[in-house]
């Protein structure tokens, strides 16, 4: 089992002088718990078992830790890099959102494991299909409106920040809270397919989780597709280091 910790805080008048509303908060918690049980799926698997809990208070945040259950999974999906994967993605994601300003996108190229998307103004960033893929969710949108651009509209409030135990992921100021809404095109933008062998670094028996791969350059989690291969290792076809996957 792993664990790790994220700070939640709001910044402003009404934080400073205790104003913010119990029921508020305690919905701010709710949301961005969820927000953060999702970031764990994007990056490891749907059934990848996580949950948050609540570790501390201080005025304007609270912590919560994020556990990952690996029970029944191979522990080599995990590793000293789990949680860094969590940050990027969080990084990512917020990152995005601010990118597109409360407009779809207009364009989103596949690269390989990362995703080159072009805003209304032509602008374009690269981030990882998780965050790509978290950010489009309707699940994703519904639970960082509520923490984010509902949480600032309120009077008062001056910023909300993300942050890991060392330093702080990502900062949205009142202003910015506005873009943080449902981005999602309604058709399909793109569809791109790419063909690339990838070399097998953690396979994962368990269904829906996501299996480790390299490029030769960058490490990633990846959902394998094919029934027909899937079907092979049920059956108890045989593979081992340094087999590559086309």
């Known amino acids: 089992m792993m664990k790790t ?27 961005f718990s969820e927000f953060v049980v999702l970031s764990a799926k994007s990056a490891f698997g749907e059934s990848i078992t996580a949950r948050a809990e609540v570790a501390g208070f201080g005025r304007g945040s ?23 994967q ?53 699940k994703g949108s519904e639970a960082v409106g509520r923490f984010v651009q509902k949480a600032l509209e309120k009077n008062g409030m001056e910023a909300v920040e993300i942050a890991s135990e060392t330093e702080v992921i990502s900062r949205v ?29 953690a396979p994962v028996f368990k269904d829906g989780n996501k299996w480790r791969f390299s490029d030769g350059q960058q490490h990633f989690h990846a959902d394998i597709e094919d029934g027909d291969f899937l079907a092979k290792v049920n059956a108890g076809e045989r593979f081992g280091k340094g087999d590559v996957l086309y």
């Open 5 to 31: 910790k994220i700070a939640l805080r709001y910044t402003g008048p009404a934080v400073d002088s205790g104003l913010m509303d119990v029921y508020e908060a305690s919905a701010n918690m709710i949301a």
């Open 62 to 84: 609270f912590i919560t830790d994020l556990i990952f259950n690996v029970a029944g999974v191979s522990a080599s999906v995990f590793s000293t890099n789990s949680a860094d």
């Open 173 to 201: 100021t009142q202003t910015e809270s506005a873009y943080f809404v449902p981005v999602a095109p309604l058709e399909t933008i793109t569809n791109t397919i790419v063909k690339m062998g990838l070399m097998l670094e």
């Open 86 to 138: 969590i940050w990027v993605l969080l990084k990512e994601a917020f990152a995005l959102w601010k990118h597109l300003r409360g407009s779809a996108p207009t364009n989103a190229q596949y690269d390989g494991q990362h995703v080159n998307v072009t805003n209304n103004n032509g602008q374009i960033i690269q981030v990882r299909t998780e965050s790509f893929s978290l950010v489009m969710s309707d």
